[in-house]
């Protein structure tokens, strides 16, 4: 695969996943998909959504994965410390990189017709509410959803229309475009910026411009790129964390590539390691036939990537900070709310 021009083809795609006028989104159709082996539950909605159990445990070796569970309790006034949590996924159809590990099946993220509908945000709101026993939380992943920012906006208004108060918002992106800034109104920036139940989480993928491009097929100048947005989407006093994935092409150096990775993070606030989550990468149903002897190696040097992690922030921070909540307020950090 050629390396993916992506402003042009984040471009090309919008145009194709976004009705404006009609407000309406493309969204995936999961049903018969390599996906849908991975399911632990059937598809919903119509087959154009899914429940996720989101778990803090995770692998030997790797952090707690507090994502969304903190977050949501927080926003929600559930008890703190859960061990899971269960979520509403949607999936925007349309992605502009193409990472090897990609859980998606890559038919599900080029706004095909044949594996898409548009829905407005107003639909798929109904047919979660609908849900019985619906899950607290409502993930609006992809895909790449910043490719339709709107997509958020519509989906809180919806919610807030109907007077629903007891859900959570959750949305994915993947730090490669600025849409939220130039497609959205600063009014509708406000508003998911300070809405109540809404939180995001922006996702680094790779702790150095070669494992970067190695994992998502973009030229590997956009790694700069991912701290600039998130820096950029941190100013606005979102309720904003993040993920980072490990898996190099690259044995050589991992301690000092990832202690400068760690330094960049601080530099857009001395806290925010505190707010980032890595990732352990797992060869799910769709990546095993994209499996190659380079992407197997990487599989085991992520394990020396999250050792070179903890390093660093056992270095950087003591340890109550470490055990704090991802939610707690620190000072380096914006004020959410
Ligand atoms: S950015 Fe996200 S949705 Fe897109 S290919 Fe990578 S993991 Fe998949």
């Known amino acids: 695969m050629s390396v993916i021009d992506t402003d042009s083809y984040s471009r090309r795609l919008r145009d194709r996943a976004v009705d404006l006028d009609g407000r309406r989104l493309l969204v995936s159709d999961l049903r018969g998909s390599?996906?849908?082996?991975?399911?632990?539950?059937?598809?919903?909605?119509?087959?154009?959504?899914?429940?996720?159990?989101f778990t803090r445990a995770t692998g030997t070796g790797w952090p707690d994965n507090p994502l969304p569970i903190d977050p949501a309790a927080a926003a929600l006034g559930l008890p703190p410390g859960a061990d899971g949590i269960r979520a509403q996924v949607f999936q925007n159809a349309a992605c502009n990189w193409r990472c090897w590990w990609c859980f998606v099946p890559y038919g599900l993220l080029s706004a095909n017709p044949a594996r898409s509908a548009m829905r407005t945000a107003d639909e798929?709101?109904?047919?979660?509410?609908?849900?019985?026993?619906?899950?607290?939380?409502?993930?609006?992943?992809?895909?790449?959803?910043?490719?339709?920012?709107e997509w958020v906006s519509w989906t809180l208004r919806s919610l807030d229309e109907r007077g629903v108060s007891d859900v959570y918002v959750w949305s994915d992106d993947n730090l490669s475009t600025d849409y939220f800034f130039t497609h959205l109104p600063p009014g509708e920036q406000h508003y998911l910026a300070t809405h109540p139940r809404?939180?995001?989480?922006?996702?680094?993928?790779?702790?150095?411009?070669?494992?970067?491009?190695?994992?998502?097929?973009?030229?590997?100048?956009?790694?700069?790129?991912?701290?600039?947005?998130?820096?950029?989407?941190?100013?606005?006093?979102?309720?904003?964390y993040g993920y980072a994935t490990f898996t190099t092409p690259s044995a050589g150096g991992i301690a000092a590539k990832m202690r400068a990775f760690t330094d960049r993070l601080q530099r857009i606030a001395e806290h925010l390691p505190l707010r980032v989550v890595p990732l352990?990468?797992?060869?799910?149903?769709?990546?095993?036939?994209?499996?190659?002897?380079?992407r197997h190696a990487s599989l085991g040097l992520q394990q020396e990537a999250i050792a070179a992690w903890r390093d660093e922030l056992t270095r950087r921070f003591a340890p109550a900070d470490l055990a704090a909540p991802i939610t707690r307020p620190w000072p380096s950090l914006p004020r959410f709310r």
């Open 124 to 149: 798929l709101v109904d047919a979660y509410l609908a849900i019985p026993g619906r899950p607290p939380v409502l993930d609006l992943s992809g895909g790449q959803p910043d490719l339709v920012p």
């Open 34 to 53: 390599a996906q849908e082996n991975d399911l632990s539950e059937p598809v919903n909605c119509g087959g154009y959504g899914r429940i996720r159990h």
């Open 280 to 294: 352990e990468i797992q060869v799910w149903g769709p990546v095993a036939p994209r499996m190659r002897a380079d």
């Open 198 to 240: 809404y939180g995001r989480v922006a996702c680094f993928k790779g702790f150095d411009t070669e494992s970067f491009a190695f994992n998502t097929t973009a030229g590997p100048e956009l790694f700069d790129r991912q701290f600039t947005l998130f820096a950029r989407l941190l100013t606005t006093g979102m309720d904003l």
